[in-house]
């Protein structure tokens, strides 16, 4: 699959802007500031509905408009595919793909694959449990439409769920029997959702640890491990033992909504123990593995976009990602970065096609 143009109008700094892309390596190069974040973020945007760094739409818009416009043209299995988004202040976001406007965002998600790593994936180490489900959500829903389908009702029911424990408390009172209807649903969603979390999680662990193993010269092990409270109890059983619980809490504390991956090096949780270094490298291999799996379940090879990643690595390492898009398993590239100097000269020792943009 091929981004083969981008078009841009009033999309955060941008007011208009045009892009005729190269089929292998694309560079966005320029000063801090000058948008080459955006111009990643708005591809991205085209893949999933949304912005990668800030989902709030209204603030993608460009602060001296009423709208935003992104237009992007791509091949796809030789067909020629057009995706346009659009935003206005105080209206719904719409996608139209070849002039057809997606009644769901989510049957969008997986049509345009695509990785991005970034600077912000740091987040992924550092930040709460929420994240991490995020990126495992992420990846199976990008080839697994029933996945993200029951996971859009499970979240919805737990909602409910919660609205009612609400309810309840500010009435003093309670109805077991109508509480028991979205526990019911929470329980055949929330099992599904385990069973395709612990097959993905397995399926996805080794290719997790070959690609640590690659760019680390197999120096560490590393593990990926998927908790879930329903390793050991079903969400039934949970939800009626943490009733109380809820009920104090106005919301519930057990379920697949509350699951995470804990991420380990030489056997201690990679947060507090690894290096920056290692910490890189280990997010550097999920995103890459994340690009394996999706290109092995979608059969369509995504789009990669490395935002600054250039400045973040050593010299091992940049001869590292030089081989890897050498390869002939990645596609289209995207890349960002401060210095257009140092990323022609990166770029001119891959013996491929490429343009450079100058922001
Ligand atoms: N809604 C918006 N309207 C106007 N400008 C915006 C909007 N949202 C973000 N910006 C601007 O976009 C610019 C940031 O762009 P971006 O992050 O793409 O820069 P960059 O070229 O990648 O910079 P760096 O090299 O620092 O990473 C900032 O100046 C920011 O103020």
Do not use: W
């Amino acid at each position: 699959m091929i981004l083969k143009a981008l078009s841009l109008i009033n999309y955060k700094n941008f007011e208009t802007a045009s892009f005729i892309l190269d089929k292998k390596i694309n560079c966005f190069v320029g000063n801090n500031g000058v948008g080459k974040t955006n111009v990643l973020d708005a591809i991205y945007h085209l893949s999933f509905g949304k912005s990668y760094f800030n989902p709030i739409t209204v603030q993608n818009i460009n602060h001296d408009a009423d709208f935003f416009v992104i237009d992007g043209s791509y091949e796809k299995q030789d067909r020629e595919e057009k995706v346009i988004i659009s935003a206005k202040r105080g209206q719904k976001k719409v996608i139209k793909r070849n002039g057809k406007v997606y009644e769901r965002f989510s049957d969008h998600i997986g049509f345009l694959p695509l990785v991005i790593i970034s600077p912000a994936d740091r987040d992924l180490i550092i930040e709460g449990s929420e994240t991490r489900r995020k990126f495992m959500d992420g990846v199976i829903a990008q080839s697994d439409r029933q996945y993200l389908d029951t996971l859009i009702k499970y979240n919805k029911t737990v909602a409910q769920r919660n609205a009612l424990l609400k309810y309840f408390n500010a009435n003093h009172t309670f109805n077991k029997e109508t509480l028991s209807i979205y526990n019911a649903q929470m329980n055949s969603l929330g099992q599904i959702l385990f069973e395709k979390r612990n097959a993905f999680v397995d399926a996805f662990t080794p290719v997790f640890k070959a690609r640590y193993e690659s760019i680390s010269g197999a120096k560490e092990t590393v593990k990926l491990k998927y908790k879930s409270q329903l390793h050991d109890n079903t969400l039934d059983k949970l939800l009626e033992e943490n009733l109380s619980k809820d009920r104090a809490l106005n919301y519930t504390s057990v379920g697949t909504h509350r699951d995470d991956l804990s991420f380990k090096i030489e056997g201690h949780p990679i947060k507090k123990f690894g290096s920056q270094g290692q910490q890189k490298s280990y997010l550097i291999a999920l995103k890459l593995a994340q690009f394996d799996f999706i290109k092995s379940q979608s059969n369509t090879t995504p789009l990669l976009l490395l935002d600054d990643i250039f400045d973040k690595l050593d010299e091992n390492r940049v001869t590292q990602i030089i081989d890897l898009v050498n390869d002939d398993n990645f596609g289209q590239l995207f890349i960002s970065d401060t210095h257009a100097d140092r990323t022609e000269a990166i770029i001119k020792e891959i013996h491929q096609t490429y343009k450079l943009f100058k922001l």
